[in-house]
């Protein structure tokens, strides 16, 4: 079985400039999660899709960024236009839905890692 | 609100030996979920070892453990036998428990690096 994959591993661009962020989540998993890590500091939650719904967007910064979940599969992560604080690893992760049970775990891709000039 | 510190930057430990990373959190709530991810070099980050806050017992997978102290909000957890390929950077997680259109993010701390020495 797949796993949680990323589309760009890495991304420069310059300030000003749009970036747009891919994550195909394991098949079947109705959730989906982005987060974000800014060097040294910590993971950061932005936001939590169940299907093509947004459950959650609190963590989003501001509205500069824009995510998208087309039919429930996989998910965009736009940023426009992308500043200097906007650079570091943006993860995706994607969990079941945990029906009765109240754990389901999430599985990591390997991350995009944004550097913006 | 919750939050998650790790203390510690970096770490280093010899192959074989044990070491242990230190987690604490801050929350209200009573019940609740705590995690230890791994991140290797260039790979995704996988989950260690969870403790379910209700669980008196520590968690232990393998050589992995956890010293979960509920009242001291503390989370530590403990490598024995390390082995070079436990070298990556270590994510303490906070999360609640669901209760049905709860969002289930994860908290996360700043993370440990840790490198095995051979």
């Known amino acids: 079985e797949a796993g949680v994959t990323q589309f760009p591993s890495h991304s420069v661009i310059e300030k000003g400039q749009t970036v747009t962020l891919r994550c195909d989540p394991i098949?079947?998993?109705?959730?989906l999660y982005w987060y974000r890590r800014v060097m040294g500091k910590e993971i950061k939650f932005l936001l939590h899709f169940v299907k093509e719904s947004k459950q959650d967007e609190s963590g989003m910064p501001n509205n500069r960024f824009l995510a998208e979940r087309t039919g429930g599969t996989y998910s965009t992560l736009k940023v426009q236009p992308a500043e200097l604080e906007d650079s570091g690893v943006y993860f995706c992760?994607?969990?079941?839905?945990?029906?009765?049970?109240?754990?389901?775990?999430?599985?990591f891709g390997p991350g995009t890692r944004l550097t913006v000039l | 609100a919750q939050t998650v510190t790790q203390s510690q930057p970096e770490m280093s430990v010899q192959e074989a030996e044990t070491v242990t990373l230190s987690c604490t959190y801050d929350t209200s709530e009573s019940d609740y979920y705590l995690f230890w991810y791994k991140q290797p070099p260039s790979r995704q980050m996988i989950l260690v070892i969870r403790?379910?806050?209700?669980?008196?017992q520590n968690a232990t997978e393998n050589r992995f453990s956890v010293n979960f102290q509920k009242a001291a909000k503390s989370f530590s957890l403990k490598i024995s036998d390390s082995q070079l390929g436990d070298a990556a950077m270590y994510f303490c997680?906070?999360?609640?428990?669901?209760?049905?259109?709860?969002?289930?993010?994860?908290?996360f701390g700043t993370g440990t690096l840790l490198a095995v020495q051979p």
């Open positions: 403790q379910e806050a209700y669980k008196q």
């Open positions: 997680a906070y999360r609640s428990t669901f209760y049905g259109g709860a969002t289930n993010k994860l908290i």
């Open positions: 992760a994607s969990s079941q839905d945990p029906g009765l049970a109240t754990y389901n775990e999430q599985f």
């Open positions: 098949s079947g998993h109705d959730n």
